[in-house]
């Protein structure tokens, strides 16, 4: 592992974090760059070794995390606030290496349930992996209003 990249990307999202969709913790720590585009969350980052399981590709964790991510980041962007009920992950292909784009989008929105759809892919376009999930919308405070992009 490359020690000082992990090192570098961990002091960079310490100093750049803050408690806001897009900028907290984990998403500088992975280095997660958002986009929205018609009704979808687009979620880009570089596969980098720490991220990596003992065989050498992306961990499934990453990769539930970041569907995760752009799913939760769509609902608030559309509705505001939610919270997980449940997700499936599928994992269709290993990735070790370039930019991976993760993009989020509804099946279903509803009024306080909503469903969701999220599809990993490499590079060449190849799918890594896929997820659905139900989200449940929570009520709005005024910290937790929806953020404009």
Not at 56 to 85: C, K
Not at 91 to 113: D, H, M, N, P, S
Not at 122 to 145: I, Y
């Amino acid at each position: 592992m490359d020690e000082r990249a992990a090192t570098e990307a961990f002091e960079a999202a310490l100093k750049s974090h803050r408690p806001a969709f897009e900028d907290f913790f984990l998403s500088k720590l992975l280095g997660l760059r958002f986009a929205y585009d018609e009704g979808k969350c687009i979620v880009s980052f570089e596969a980098k070794d720490f991220m990596f399981n003992p065989q050498g590709s992306l961990h499934g964790g990453v990769i539930a995390t970041v569907m995760d991510i752009s799913m939760g980041h769509l609902l608030n962007h559309v509705q505001g606030p939610g919270t997980t009920l449940e997700m499936k992950t599928q994992y269709v292909k290993a990735a070790r290496t370039g930019t991976l784009t993760c993009t989020g989008e509804f099946i279903q929105q509803g009024q306080g349930i909503s469903y969701l759809r999220s599809t990993l892919v490499d590079n060449d376009g190849d799918v890594v992996a896929f997820a659905t999930a139900t989200w449940k919308r929570l009520k709005q405070t005024d910290t937790s209003k929806p953020q404009e992009t």
